[in-house]
């Protein structure tokens, strides 16, 4: 009877593993496999912390771990050079690591072999190519123009993938992350709340954060939604928005002030053409004899309710106080849609 072979175990993820010469089959047989070169290995350098080691590899850059074997010395861990693509001819270059069964300290292992490849692997947008992608980028250049003014400068031109990616990048730096927190929200309401010295430099003129564990439930009960279609929805549906987080701001600038105290006609309506965080915005203003459309400051709130239109027209009424104007109220005239939420407001 023909006795398996012992080998040491073994784990890999690559196919081609020349510190194996010999490989057990189903049949408990022994195949030879092709005789090949055998590396040399030369101990590098002892790490008491694997720590270290990990850090170190990783600041080199080049090396990409390959496949593992348990050893009587302890666990070896293979990394081939990343120069080069994983399938094609591979550079002699190599390195292992020896993480001692007997104490904590770490061994790096490399080949005689020095690297054979000229220049190390691009591996994505180039340097150069980033500078002038993130000037257009500043630019607002479209990202297909980009590849071109790209191509015209004779430099690398990366994917679309990865110029999209990058451009997300870019959009999270300078414009912060797409999305934002009710806390975050806060926060920028309070810190842009102080009127400025310059008339057309915008400022929040009031805002209101209620979150879920704060709200009062009897607030909007009795209040109409803006779409009357919503009208014949069952007041589980109406309880549910209730609950959750609400959120009023109004920014404008005094200018835009000075045109409402001066305008005995008002226009106020949400649309979905200009939306924040998904939330359509609110705008408010007048026209002059010609049906040109002057705005008096824009809001974004949670909600398209009576509440809502209340806060808007509260905060026309107090940001005029405060500029020391005011408004005829007698004479004013309400344009608006046939939504009940509005007319009530007013």
Same mark, same amino acid.
Request: glycine share 4%; proline share 3%; net charge negative.
């Given at each position: 009877?023909?006795?398996?072979?012992?080998?040491?175990?073994?784990?890999?993820?690559?196919?081609?593993?020349?510190?194996?010469?010999?490989?057990?089959?189903?049949?408990?047989? !022994?195949?030879?496999?092709?005789?090949?070169?055998?590396?040399? =290995?030369?101990?590098?350098?002892?790490?008491?912390?694997?720590?270290?080691?990990?850090?170190?590899?990783?600041?080199?850059?080049? =090396?990409?771990?390959?496949?593992?074997?348990?050893? *009587?010395?302890?666990?070896?861990?293979?990394?081939?050079?990343?120069?080069?693509?994983?399938?094609?001819?591979?550079?002699?270059?190599?390195?292992?690591?020896?993480?001692?069964?007997?104490?904590?300290?770490?061994?790096?292992?490399? !080949?005689?072999?020095?690297?054979?490849?000229?220049?190390?692997?691009?591996?994505?947008?180039?340097?150069?190519?980033?500078?002038?992608?993130?000037?257009?980028?500043?630019?607002?250049?479209?990202?297909?123009?980009?590849?071109?003014?790209?191509?015209?400068?004779?430099?690398?031109?990366?994917?679309?993938?990865?110029?999209?990616?990058?451009?997300?990048?870019?959009?999270?730096?300078?414009?912060?992350?797409?999305?934002?927190?009710?806390?975050?929200?806060?926060? =920028?309401?309070?810190?842009?709340?102080?009127?400025?010295?310059?008339?057309?430099?915008?400022?929040?003129?009031?805002?209101?954060?209620?979150?879920?564990?704060?709200?009062?439930?009897?607030?909007?009960?009795?209040?109409?939604?803006?779409?009357?279609?919503?009208?014949?929805?069952?007041?589980?549906?109406? *309880?549910?928005?209730?609950?959750?987080?609400?959120?009023?701001?109004?920014?404008? #600038?005094?200018?835009?002030?000075?045109?409402?105290?001066?305008?005995?006609?008002?226009?106020?309506?949400?649309?979905?053409?200009?939306?924040?965080?998904?939330?359509?915005?609110?705008?408010?203003? #007048?026209?002059?004899?010609?049906?040109?459309?002057?705005?008096?400051?824009?809001?974004?709130?949670?909600?398209?309710?009576?509440?809502?239109?209340?806060?808007?027209?509260?905060?026309?009424?107090?940001?005029?106080?405060?500029?020391?104007?005011?408004?005829?109220?007698?004479?004013?005239?309400?344009?608006?849609?046939?939504?009940?939420?509005?007319?009530?407001?007013?």
């Amino acid at each position: 009877m023909t006795q398996a072979q012992l080998i040491a175990h073994y784990f890999s993820d690559s196919d081609n593993d020349i510190d194996m010469e010999t490989q057990p089959s189903i049949d408990n047989e !022994t195949i030879e496999r092709k005789k090949q070169n055998r590396r040399k =290995w030369l101990p590098l350098c002892t790490y008491n912390d694997k720590n270290d080691v990990i850090k170190k590899i990783k600041d080199d850059g080049i =090396w990409s771990k390959t496949h593992t074997n348990i050893t *009587n010395e302890g666990k070896r861990t293979y990394y081939r050079c990343n120069q080069v693509k994983r399938r094609g001819k591979q550079c002699p270059a190599s390195i292992h690591v020896l993480y001692h069964s007997e104490n904590e300290c770490v061994t790096i292992y490399k !080949t005689e072999d020095d690297h054979l490849h000229n220049e190390p692997r691009s591996i994505g947008i180039n340097q150069q190519s980033k500078e002038v992608i993130c000037e257009l980028f500043k630019m607002k250049i479209k990202p297909k123009r980009i590849l071109e003014i790209l191509e015209e400068k004779a430099l690398p031109v990366p994917k679309k993938r990865q110029l999209s990616s990058y451009l997300i990048s870019l959009r999270k730096k300078y414009y912060g992350a797409p999305t934002i927190s009710l806390g975050e929200l806060e926060a =920028w309401c309070q810190q842009n709340s102080l009127i400025p010295d310059d008339n057309d430099k915008p400022w929040v003129l009031k805002y209101q954060i209620e979150y879920e564990d704060e709200i009062d439930n009897d607030d909007d009960n009795d209040n109409g939604d803006h779409n009357n279609d919503d009208d014949n929805d069952n007041g589980d549906h109406n *309880n549910d928005d209730d609950n959750k987080n609400k959120f009023r701001f109004f920014v404008t #600038t005094k200018r835009l002030l000075f045109n409402a105290s001066i305008s005995n006609k008002i226009h106020v309506d949400t649309t979905y053409k200009l939306i924040w965080q998904g939330f359509p915005c609110f705008i408010i203003g #007048t026209t002059d004899m010609i049906r040109q459309f002057h705005p008096f400051g824009f809001a974004v709130c949670s909600n398209e309710k009576q509440n809502d239109f209340e806060f808007i027209f509260n905060c026309l009424r107090g940001g005029l106080l405060n500029l020391n104007l005011q408004m005829n109220e007698q004479e004013l005239i309400l344009i608006a849609d046939g939504a009940e939420a509005i007319s009530n407001a007013f």
